[in-house]
């Protein structure tokens, strides 16, 4: 279990917890009051920390290093599932996965966002980073999905598309941009939920849909809080004033109507419980596909379109 | 995303950008450092008569250039800015605005125009970059989602001309969601089947190329102008190598097959009208 820096009066209670119970093990002292006294501690902490988080530290809860990732929860969720690969011109790009998985007998393309579990697979995954060539590539799947009339959901989990000379060669931005574009008018329904970080265009990029939502411990912003403090601070140490100006979480995006609905995580974060968090997002998952089918693809479209159209404030 | 540009000094931010073209008698290139008459720049569509380096100009001088003698008008000006998130960095952007619109001569960082090019009608959408860095706020993203469906009402083609540092991060998501938007409005002109040129100048970065910029059906740019996602300064941390020379230049982005052409601010106005007669052959018959 990691605890992030805010939640260390957790970590001492649990501790502490911890000993009594080791103690009470021992069996010569009767530890049973005391221990339902520190439980009764924790759960308090608890509320205390969770019910009141600040933008910051939902970043860090988006960031936790024991978060389930895209793939947990399409395996999860799915009864099968058929990982397809490849953007059929330059390569097959790790950090973003996609396939054809069944939810209760019914065919749902998957494309989200791949992160790494450990070191190694960090790298493999290129740190959640997608070139071009994963844009690409997700928009193969989709134009796929559209083909053969199955719905479409994607997990956003992106710190930004990558940086890099190669995706800059490729064209990055045209990979992005053609995404947003083709996205607008699929056929099919198309629901996108930002599962971890939801940083800039590179989560854009696979996040156009009928309905856009956030896990409660997400965050969706034009930039990450750090890239903002460096840029309009001139330094790295205004992350926490960045996240609370930038309005990131998905209470301000729902607020601002920019999102169309949150979904709720356990206490403390999905990390906690990863298997209720995956079937709960199958419920939505599951709920939203099925009030969308109602509509023609003419009718999406159309809404889809009136949507991110009205996006904006301005005076008129 | 950035709409910075760093130097020895720490960071200037990009409302004090300067336009290059200066109010006095004479004029220095920023390239090859001759310096000639301002008079002489002007009359060569603020070129250097000498390296051929465009000078950065915004949409005053555009419409000039490309549209014939009093035939533009400016729409959807009266559409403006509004700190909606209240949001503060070293000063609110409250008063960032204010300090902008009194330092500059356009009223955001993009202005809509409709006339005629040698004839042709034409509204063109184009970025100012001294109105902070050319960011993408709400304003450019509604003021192009109006000009597209004044195009479609019209059926008049589309020119979109791009000098942008990216995001206007005071707007925070809805700065972001202007990429979604004008997207989204460019499928509906692409089902009116009217022509989307798309020009890319000298910057052109960060979320304007990640969305309608690269998405013209048509995609040109002027001589060695910046054009990228990322900008090269974090490319270079990322990697942590030096960049080839002439990286992210309209001549590199035309090697590696994302333009169609580059043309010479003194050829713009004849290719734009080839492109319209070009492509709406049916609609002058
Ligand atoms: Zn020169």
């Known amino acids: 279990m990691t605890y992030l820096d805010f939640e260390k009066p957790i970590e001492e209670l649990n501790e502490q917890l911890d000993k009594l119970r080791k103690i009470g093990e021992g069996g010569k002292v009767d530890m049973t009051s005391a221990v339902s006294e520190i439980e009764e501690k924790i759960q308090e902490a608890k509320r205390n920390i969770y019910n009141s988080l600040t933008g910051w530290q939902r970043v860090q809860l988006s960031r936790h290093p024991e978060r389930p990732y895209t793939l947990f929860y399409i395996s999860k969720i799915c009864s099968r599932f058929i990982e397809l690969h490849g953007d059929r011109n330059i390569a097959d790009d790790h950090a973003m996965v996609g396939g054809i998985g069944e939810i209760d007998g019914m065919s749902v393309m998957f494309i989200g966002q791949q992160k790494g579990e450990n070191t190694k697979q960090r790298q493999y995954r290129n740190f959640g980073m997608a070139n071009p060539e994963g844009y690409r590539k997700a928009l193969r799947l989709m134009k796929l999905a559209e083909k053969f009339e199955i719905p479409i959901v994607t997990l956003i989990d992106t710190p930004g598309a990558y940086p890099g000379l190669e995706a800059e060669e490729r064209g990055q931005g045209e990979a992005i941009a053609k995404n947003l574009m083709e996205m607008t008018t699929l056929r099919v329904p198309v629901v996108c939920i930002i599962i971890g970080e939801g940083a800039s265009g590179g989560a854009l990029g696979i996040g156009i849909g009928d309905k856009v939502l956030m896990l409660e411990n997400t965050w969706y912003s034009v930039i990450s809080p750090e890239s903002c403090s460096s840029i309009l601070w001139h330094s790295w140490e205004y992350k926490e004033t960045a996240a609370d100006e930038l309005k990131l979480t998905a209470e301000n995006m729902h607020k601002f109507k920019l999102i169309d609905g949150i979904i709720p995580e356990p206490v403390g974060g999905a990390h906690t419980n990863a298997d209720e968090m995956a079937s709960v997002l199958k419920k939505e998952i599951v709920k939203h596909l099925t009030s969308l089918a109602k509509f023609t693809p003419e009718e999406r479209i159309e809404k889809r379109i009136e949507k991110f159209s009205s996006m904006g404030v301005f005076n008129d | ?285």
């Open chain 2, 1 to 285: 995303m950035a709409w910075f540009k760093r130097d020895k000094q720490g960071i200037t931010t990009s409302t004090e950008e300067k336009l290059e073209v200066p109010d006095g008698v004479w004029w220095q290139c920023s390239s090859c450092k001759k310096t000639i008459p301002t008079g002489d720049l002007i009359e060569n569509k603020y070129v250097c008569p000498q390296c051929n380096y465009h000078a950065r100009i915004n949409s005053n001088e555009y419409f000039n250039i490309i549209y014939d003698e009093g035939s533009v008008k400016k729409l959807f000006e009266d559409l403006e800015p509004k700190d909606f998130l209240g949001f503060v960095d070293l000063k609110p952007y409250k008063d960032r605005l204010a300090e902008t619109k009194k330092k500059v001569n356009v009223s955001e960082a993009l202005t809509v125009g409709s006339g005629k090019v040698n004839g042709h009608k034409l509204v063109t959408c184009c970025m100012n970059f001294n109105f902070i860095g050319g960011s993408m706020g709400s304003v450019v993203g509604e003021r192009i989602s109006r000009a597209i469906d004044y195009c479609i009402q019209k059926k008049y083609p589309l020119l979109v001309i791009s000098k942008s540092g990216g995001a206007r991060m005071m707007e925070s998501a809805f700065s972001l969601m202007q990429m979604a938007k004008t997207s989204a409005k460019l499928t509906q002109l692409a089902k009116a089947k009217l022509p989307y040129i798309s020009l890319m100048t000298d910057p052109t970065t960060g979320g304007v190329t990640a969305s309608y910029a690269m998405l013209g059906d048509i995609n040109i740019a002027e001589p060695n102008a910046l054009i990228g996602f990322a900008g090269p300064r974090v490319i270079k941390e990322t990697i942590k190598k030096d960049l080839p020379k002439g990286f992210q230049r309209s001549e590199f982005l035309l090697e590696h097959g994302f333009l169609d052409f580059i043309v010479d601010r003194k050829d713009l106005k004849q290719r734009l009208t080839d492109v319209i007669e070009l492509l709406m052959h049916k609609n002058e018959k």
